[in-house]
Nanobody, 117 residues
Framework: QVQLQEAGPGLVKPSQTLSLTCTVS??????????WSWIRQPPGKALEWIGS???????DYSPSLKSRSSVSRDTSKNQFTLQLSSVTPEDTAVYYC?????????WGQGTQVTVSS
């Protein structure tokens, strides 16, 4: 059973960089053909894909967030991370890490991030 767990600060000030880490257990982030994604859901809005990293370390981003987003990984810790720079209150959301891209089969429980001074 694959499990994902998000970790990071729950409160970030405007203009700062949001950093979240997803720790994966029960499976390797280098398993062939697997994508690992970051997705968020602002209050009252739909889920929004932020970006992904593949088993080989390639990345892909939502065009609307690409200029501020960075997804990376630490294979020794079986973790992947999200950095979102220059945050505003509009970045307030529940942030999820997940396994997959189009077809997601495992989700983390989600972590609330609030952007506020």
């Amino acid at each position: 059973q694959v499990q994902l767990q998000e970790a990071g600060p729950g409160l970030v000030k405007p203009s700062q960089t949001l950093s979240l880490t997803c720790t994966v257990s029960g499976g390797s982030i280098t398993t062939n053909y697997i994508h690992w994604s970051w997705i968020r859901q602002p209050p009252g809005k739909a889920l929004e894909w932020i970006g992904s990293i593949t088993y080989s370390g390639s990345t892909d981003y939502s065009p609307s967030l690409k200029s501020r987003s960075s997804v990376s990984r630490d294979t020794s810790k079986n973790q992947f991370t999200l950095q979102l720079s220059s945050v505003t209150p509009e970045d307030t959301a529940v942030y999820y890490c997940a396994r997959g891209l189009v077809n997601i089969d495992y989700w983390g429980q989600g972590t609330q991030v609030t952007v506020s001074s």
